[in-house]
């Protein structure tokens, strides 16, 4: 099993920025990649950016290319989310997830280990 947990969400004014944090624990030895992911109320929980654990790839959801950047930590077992120039319609419960096959997804259904999410609220 694996652990997540996220941190540094709030409440942030339009064009501020915010960084979230996600510690891994338990079996990350099976881990290949981890991914963020959000959800609005009343939509459904859609990709953000991930990263495999050895940093050779990165991918970016279209609304938040140029404005995010996903990054990791292997030492401390951390993967961070930068966001920049936030928008009102980035407001949503942000979720850290991991998956254990190779190739980098996109997809929630991929994902096996989920966070309990950290709420991100921008003010207009």
């Known amino acids: 099993q694996v652990q997540l947990a996220e941190s540094g969400g709030g409440l942030v004014q339009a064009g501020g920025s915010l960084s979230l944090s996600c510690a891994a624990s338990g079996g990350i030895f099976s881990v290949n990649g981890l991914g963020w992911f959000r959800q609005a109320p009343g939509k459904e929980r859609e990709f953000v950016a991930a990263i495999r654990w050895n940093g050779d790839s990165t991918a970016y959801a279209d609304s938040v290319k140029g404005r995010a950047t996903i990054s990791r930590d292997n030492a401390k077992r951390t993967v961070y989310l930068q966001m920049n120039s936030l928008k009102p319609e980035d407001t949503a419960g942000y979720y850290c997830?991991?998956?254990?096959?190779?190739?980098?997804?996109?997809?929630?259904?991929?994902?096996?280990?989920w966070g309990q999410g950290t709420q991100v609220t921008v003010s207009s």
């Open positions: 997830a991991a998956q254990r096959t190779v190739r980098l997804s996109t997809e929630t259904r991929a994902y096996d280990y």
